[in-house]
């Protein structure tokens, strides 16, 4: 009879429990204290020193939230934190090796960007909430600077190389665990279950290695991409880019929508 594999590839459960609680702490955070303090920074005549303050906070929250990632990245880890069974159906769709794609935060500054002739054209907006807001948060995104457009182009070339060279990583890695397998398939026959576990364990092992490699470089990219931008944007700016980044995130995770969701899904043929 062929002998049956499954056993070979057999796991413990991966020990992501912490870093799922540590997510569901920091998403709290996010929601319930740093959103409303910047909304409430830039609905306001604050001071400049105190949205530069609440800006700095929110950048370092996400920032931190990819270095905690990164810290989790391990062998036993990296299945679960690669798919993720704390993200949602709304979020899944937008995840590229287990988080946000970065194409996703170029794509936020553009739409910021598109606003500017959107209200040259529409001057009146329904959202009073946003009308009340202080001159300079209305103007920050009118009369964008050639320096900034470049630098937004500069970061969005840089993605365009990194992107496809970690999904090209990422093919290699798969073909050259299969390719390892494959050459060594005749071998396998001779072998115990005990010799071949070893043998299939240390090409897994090699594989993960590699995997976790090309998880925490594209965590780099993510948390490199954000804090670029923000650094090329003046605080009004950057703390809409951050706000909007922030209100993304939250929106993905509410309730009334993702029933909405779950009520009206299609099979996809």
């Known amino acids: 009879m062929p002998r049956s594999f499954a056993s070979l590839f057999s796991r413990k459960k ?39 303050s609440h800006v700095d906070l929110l950048l370092h929250h996400f920032l931190s939230y990819y270095d ?31 988080d946000l794609h970065p194409y996703l935060f170029t794509n936020l500054v553009r739409s910021f960007l598109g606003e500017e002739s959107e209200e040259e054209e529409e001057e009146e907006d329904d959202d009073d909430s946003l009308d009340n807001r202080p001159w300079q948060v209305l103007m920050a995104w009118r009369n964008v600077s050639k320096n900034l457009m470049s ?46 576990k070893g043998v299939i364990g240390e090409a897994m092992k090699e594989e993960m290695d590699d995997m976790v490699s090309v998880f925490v470089d594209a965590n780099r990219l993510r948390k490199s991409v954000i804090a670029e931008i923000v650094g090329a944007l003046s605080v009004y700016q ?22 909405e969701l779950n009520r009206s899904k299609i099979p996809i043929s």
């Open 238 to 259: 950057a703390a809409l880019f951050l706000e909007g980044l922030a209100q993304f995130l939250v929106g993905l995770r509410d309730r009334e929508v993702l029933g």
């Open 14 to 52: 991966s020990q992501t429990l912490a870093f799922k609680d540590y997510y569901t702490n920091w998403f709290n955070t996010l929601q319930k204290t740093l959103l409303p303090l910047i909304h409430k920074s830039l609905s306001s005549s604050s001071s400049q020193t105190l949205l530069y």
């Open 68 to 98: 905690a990632l990164d810290s989790a990245a391990t062998q036993g880890n990296l299945p679960e934190l690669l798919y993720p069974s704390w993200r949602n159906s709304l979020e899944v769709p937008f995840l590229f090796l287990g």
């Open 151 to 196: 630098q937004i182009e500069q970061i969005e070339c840089g993605l365009r190389l990194m992107v496809p060279a970690l999904i090209g990583r990422i093919k290699k890695v798969q073909s050259g665990f299969v390719g390892r397998i494959a050459e060594d398939r005749v071998a396998f026959e001779r072998q115990s279950d005990e010799e071949l």
